[in-house]
């Protein structure tokens, strides 16, 4: 498995389909800080996108999709200069799945939202961008909006298999955006998911995450890159922000942090298949990495997710 597809199933992205906004004549409409990542395609019309902390208003035209990455309130907005509503206001009586303001006509957007069940939500939004706008002439964004039409209908029509199928396409689509950010020539991050598009320090992300667990050494590693031992620590740095045994590392703490916080594996177990010699050596790599021992963390997450479910549960 690839790091990018490696990364997203460790994350566990799960999807939410949005009511749609019908919008006519002047509107604009004021939302909440969203509770993971936030999509929205423009179906017809054009509208402003206004995120908190961004400078500028972002033109969207039909055809236009856009990811937001941040937990930031933002306004969706014939004009800029008119006054909004709260978005409670019309999404609360929204009736077959649409939300409709100034009765709708001129303006149409559907859209998901994604939450990580898995944690460490932060190894990926924290090195992508509040906004990532995909424009309409992207052969991306038109497999974005058919995906995004498919994952509605599949969750609305309620056939069998439907969410199942649904999921999917929510990870069609956030795959989708992520090879287009980091293909777009404004995309100049440094972190592991930028680094993927250089050819040979994305060889040796490949190879540490195809195999975690073996004796890498600088050597081995430079040479999957094809660079020289020290050109590849410097250049493996430059582009991934961590050096490359501490990437190693983090990369084996967060795989050991997900098997203890979803099994009941021993943590001598989890060791030795990343490539521990000894529980104690995993152990003092894990604390220092995640801040607390393997027990710990792992009694912690399942302490989470016991809550979440129950949550879940009530009516």
Same mark, same amino acid.
Request: aromatic share 8%.
């Given at each position: 498995?690839?790091?990018?597809?490696?990364?997203?199933?460790?994350?566990?992205?799960?999807?939410?389909?949005?009511?749609?906004?019908?919008?006519?004549?002047?509107?604009?409409?004021?939302?909440?800080?969203?509770?993971?990542?936030?999509?929205?395609?423009?179906?017809?019309?054009?509208?402003?996108?206004?995120?908190?902390?961004?400078?500028?208003?972002?033109?969207?035209?039909? +055809?236009?999709? &856009? !990811?937001?990455? /941040?937990?930031?309130? %933002?306004?969706?907005?014939?004009?800029?200069?008119?006054? *909004? =509503?709260?978005?409670?206001?019309?999404?609360?009586?929204?009736?077959?799945?649409?939300?409709?303001?100034?009765?709708? +006509?001129?303006? &149409? !957007?559907?859209? /998901?939202?994604?939450? %990580?069940?898995?944690?460490?939500?932060?190894?990926?939004? *924290? =090195?992508?961008?509040?906004?990532?706008?995909?424009?309409?002439?992207?052969?991306?964004?038109?497999?974005?909006?058919?995906?995004?039409?498919?994952?509605?209908?599949?969750?609305?029509?309620?056939?069998?298999?439907?969410?199942?199928?649904?999921?999917?396409?929510?990870?069609?689509?956030?795959?989708?955006?992520?090879?287009?950010?980091?293909?777009?020539?404004?995309?100049?991050?440094?972190?592991?998911?930028?680094?993927?598009?250089?050819?040979?320090?994305?060889?040796?992300?490949?190879?540490?995450?195809?195999?975690?667990?073996?004796?890498?050494?600088?050597?081995?590693?430079?040479?999957?890159?094809?660079?020289?031992?020290?050109?590849?620590?410097?250049?493996?740095?430059?582009?991934?922000?961590?050096?490359?045994?501490?990437?190693?590392?983090?990369?084996?703490?967060?795989?050991?942090?997900?098997?203890?916080?979803?099994?009941?594996?021993?943590?001598?177990?989890?060791?030795?298949?990343?490539?521990?010699?000894?529980?104690?050596?995993?152990?003092?790599?894990?604390?220092?990495?995640?801040?607390?021992?393997?027990?710990?963390?792992?009694?912690?997450?399942?302490?989470?997710?016991?809550?979440?479910?129950?949550?879940?549960?009530?009516?």
């Amino acid at each position: 498995m690839d790091p990018l597809s490696n990364v997203l199933a460790l994350l566990k992205p799960r999807s939410y389909v949005s009511a749609g906004l019908a919008a006519g004549g002047d509107w604009a409409i004021d939302f909440p800080p969203p509770d993971g990542i936030k999509f929205n395609a423009v179906i017809s019309g054009s509208c402003w996108l206004t995120v908190e902390g961004v400078a500028e208003a972002i033109p969207l035209e039909e +055809g236009d999709c &856009f !990811l937001l990455t /941040s937990s930031r309130a %933002f306004r969706l907005a014939s004009d800029p200069s008119v006054e *909004a =509503i709260p978005s409670d206001v019309i999404y609360s009586i929204a009736r077959d799945g649409i939300a409709t303001c100034n009765g709708g +006509g001129e303006f &149409f !957007l559907i859209g /998901s939202r994604f939450s %990580f069940s898995g944690g460490n939500s932060d190894i990926l939004l *924290a =090195i992508l961008p509040p906004i990532v706008h995909v424009k309409r002439d992207s052969d991306h964004a038109a497999v974005l909006r058919w995906s995004l039409d498919r994952m509605t209908r599949e969750l609305r029509d309620g056939q069998p298999g439907g969410f199942l199928m649904a999921e999917h396409f929510a990870h069609v689509m956030l795959m989708q955006v992520l090879r287009l950010h980091i293909a777009s020539p404004d995309a100049r991050g440094i972190g592991w998911l930028f680094a993927l598009t250089d050819r040979r320090i994305g060889a040796a992300l490949g190879a540490m995450h195809a195999d975690p667990a073996r004796k890498w050494t600088l050597q081995s590693l430079a040479e999957r890159a094809s660079m020289s031992r020290s050109t590849f620590a410097l250049h493996f740095k430059a582009k991934v922000g961590l050096a490359p045994m501490d990437y190693l590392t983090r990369w084996r703490m967060l795989v050991a942090g997900d098997r203890l916080a979803n099994s009941t594996e021993a943590i001598a177990s989890v060791a030795l298949s990343l490539g521990y010699d000894s529980e104690s050596a995993f152990s003092t790599a894990f604390k220092r990495v995640m801040g607390c021992s393997p027990r710990q963390y792992g009694d912690a997450q399942q302490a989470d997710d016991k809550m979440r479910n129950n949550i879940g549960a009530q009516p």
